[in-house]
T-cell receptor, first 116, second 113 residues
Framework: QQPVQSPQAVILREGEDAVINCSSSKALYSVHWYRQKHGEAPVFLMILLKGGEQKGHEKISASFNEKKQQSSLYLTASQLSYSGTYFCGTERGRWNYGGSQGNLIFGKGTKLSVKP | EADIYQTPRYLVIGTGKKITLECSQTMGHDKMYWYQQDPGMELHLIHYSYGVNSTEKGDLSSESTVSRIRTEHFPLTLESARPSHTSQYLC????????????FGPGTRLTVT
């Protein structure tokens, strides 16, 4: 039940916008977004919870459509520092739901390159 | 600033050797995780722990084992390393289950020759 991310890769010029999508075939409790730069560990960006609650950086914008089991990450006015691979992680439930125990299943990632 | 540490950062070892990858966090987090990640690929959960004396296998089958004797320490052991174990191993921790930020360590890049 790995979430599907799209696009797989995107190249932007500085200042351009991008949208990264994450979808699941299963009902979701939450969607998590992380960014990983080459050779570094993933860094937390945002959590979107069923019911509309969000936790994360103020400058990051994202949405979570519970009915469609989809989330989108919006990167506006991109900067060079936005380059990296973006992973969404989905949480199917908590407390013995499907055995996930609230753990995350990560998508294959979207590689974002921002050029000057 | 997240305080989660992994040692060694890089390890090259021969087939059949026993190795332990260390992970420690100073944040008092109950939940800890081990992920395996091949270059350019997604993260796969191989082990997790809810707290002391609690360990579970993750989604990806792994020949490694873990222990959680202290809250801050979550080592991963390979009894007999094989070339197929060559990968990056990332340790992470979070304050609780599910909808909490995971803090990742810098990773251990393991090469088995």
């Amino acid at each position: 039940q790995q979430p599907v991310q799209s696009p797989q890769a995107v190249i932007l010029r500085e200042g351009e916008d991008a949208v990264i999508n994450c979808s699941s075939s299963k009902a979701l409790y939450s969607v998590h977004w992380y960014r990983q730069k080459h050779g570094e560990a993933p860094v937390f960006l945002m959590i979107l919870l069923k019911g509309g609650e969000q936790k994360g950086h103020e400058k990051i914008s994202a949405s979570f459509n519970e009915k469609k089991q989809q989330s989108s990450l919006y990167l506006t006015a991109s900067q060079l520092s936005y380059s990296g691979t973006y992973f969404c992680g989905t949480e199917r439930g908590r407390w013995n739901y499907g055995g996930s125990q609230g753990n995350l299943i990560f998508g294959k990632g979207t590689k974002l390159s921002v050029k000057p | 600033e997240a305080d989660i540490y992994q040692t060694p950062r890089y390890l090259v070892i021969g087939t059949g050797k026993k190795i332990t990858l260390e992970c420690s966090q100073t944040m008092g987090h109950d939940k800890m995780y081990w992920y395996q990640q091949d270059p350019g690929m997604e993260l796969h959960l191989i082990h997790y722990s809810y707290g002391v004396n609690s360990t579970e296998k993750g989604d990806l089958s792994s020949e490694s084992t873990v222990s959680r004797i202290r809250t801050e320490h979550f080592p991963l052991t390979l009894e007999s390393a094989r070339p197929s174990h060559t990968s990056q191993y990332l340790c992470a921790s979070s304050a609780g289950q599910g909808a909490y930020e995971q803090y990742f360590g810098p990773g251990t890049r393991l090469t088995v020759t």
